[in-house]
């Protein structure tokens, strides 16, 4: 069955074989430290240690990040100050928590070889041992309002550590604290029925507007001869790391159904249960429906499906691929589960197939769409 989709159709390049695009880079700090940065940036002078630089596909932005060591600066204020004083930069900053730590982001205006240039501050002060980190991402200022949403982009790649990389990003954080609060309550049907959990509307306007600007992004790369692969994989990427956390109270509640030590029963299930969604696309947005409303309107099209099948998976344990062709105009998820059936070959490894729009069992897909190399696999859960 095909899901065609405006996303996938509108890039006309294909090779023999998509290339695999590589996900987080990670930074050298025992804590798990990476950047999931936008497509095609290259490595500037850094000693790959302390100090990294990276610039977008035409020189225009830069992203610098260091690395301090532990305890160095009192606070992320302190750290945006220090910067400011280096830099001479001018501009406000304001105090947050991203991901249980002390944070900043600061507004960052400065001359560098007699031009000036504007940009993003993403300070982040490490806990007991680790690390501090200081991100600045900046372009000439007459480019910052057409370069202002890659910026944001960036900063919001960066994980503090492996467990952050399946939480919103530091600016996401910056703009709605997380953990959310959920003040209202939401039904969500289940395949064991009804389940009453905790909701809130802000969070999923917040999730959509994360959405929304990553197609932004995406966009940007469409006419590019191969760096659309690695942006179209980091769109997802991006929803996947904005939502997956977000679904933690339905993925826990849809485990306690479940039947022990069976994850391969555990797939079958999430399969069926997303094959139940209502096939809805919005051609009008982005045309895409995020893991929230996904997942509790039981709705949306291939591959919101298979993001939210991944999410459930992912939190029970089970490693998930999901599936992208644009020779087919399709969406599917490959799950690390036992059973027969057609296997996808990602990383060595092999995946079982879920079609989750057709209503056919795991392991099963289209003798049509059959040829894996005209599919690209995105690894979601880093």
């Known amino acids: 069955m095909k899901c065609s989709r405006r996303r996938l159709a509108a890039f006309t390049l294909l090779g023999a074989v998509l290339v695999a695009p590589l996900a987080a880079k990670e930074l050298a700090t025992e804590q798990g430290a990476s950047i999931d940065m936008p497509s095609g940036f290259a490595p500037g002078e850094g000693d790959g240690r302390t100090r990294f630089a990276y610039f977008d596909p035409v020189g225009e932005m830069e992203l610098d990040i260091l690395v301090y060591e532990p305890a160095r600066f009192a606070s992320a204020g302190a750290m945006a100050a220090d910067a400011a004083v280096r830099l001479g930069s001018r501009g406000d900053t304001s105090p947050f928590t991203y991901s249980g730590r002390d944070a900043a982001l600061s507004e960052i205006a400065f001359t560098l070889d007699g031009v000036a240039r504007r940009g993003y501050g993403l300070f982040v002060a490490g806990g007991d041992g680790e690390a501090d980190h200081a991100l600045l991402a900046h372009v000439a200022a007459p480019r910052f309002d057409a370069y202002g949403e890659l910026v944001i982009s960036a900063l919001d790649g960066f994980s503090v550590d492996r467990a952050a990389r399946r939480e919103p990003g530091p600016i996401s954080q910056f703009l709605m604290a997380w953990p959310a609060e959920r003040s209202a309550r939401k039904t969500a049907i289940l395949p064991a029925g009804a389940v009453d959990l905790p909701w809130s509307a802000e969070e999923a306007a917040q999730e959509l507007d994360v959405a929304e600007r990553e197609y932004r992004i995406l966009a940007l790369y469409v006419d590019t001869d191969d760096l659309w692969i690695d942006a179209w994989a980091r769109f997802y990427r991006m929803v996947y790391r904005e939502s997956a956390a977000r679904l933690d109270d339905l993925a826990a509640a849809f485990a306690r159904s479940l039947p022990a030590d069976d994850p391969t029963e555990w797939a079958r299930r999430a399969?069926?249960?997303?094959?139940?969604?209502?096939?809805?696309?919005d051609l009008a947005g982005i045309d895409y429906v995020p893991p929230l409303a996904a997942a509790f309107?039981?709705?949306?099209?291939c591959d919101a499906r298979a993001v939210v099948m991944a999410i459930v998976l992912e939190a029970l344990g089970i490693d998930c691929v999901l599936m992208l062709s644009r020779e087919y105009s399709h969406a599917m998820l490959a799950v690390d589960v036992p059973g027969?059936?057609?296997?996808?070959?990602?990383g060595g490894r092999e995946y079982l197939v879920a079609e989750t729009t057709?209503?056919?069992g795991l392991g099963m897909i289209d003798a049509e769409q059959a040829d894996f190399t005209k599919w690209l696999g995105v690894d979601l859960g880093y």
Do not use: H, I, N, T
Request: aromatic share 20%.
């Open 271 to 281: 399969l069926a249960w997303v094959q139940g969604f209502s096939y809805e696309r």
């Open 297 to 301: 309107g039981r709705r949306g099209d």
């Open 340 to 346: 027969g059936g057609q296997r996808f070959p990602f």
């Open 358 to 360: 057709a209503k056919v």
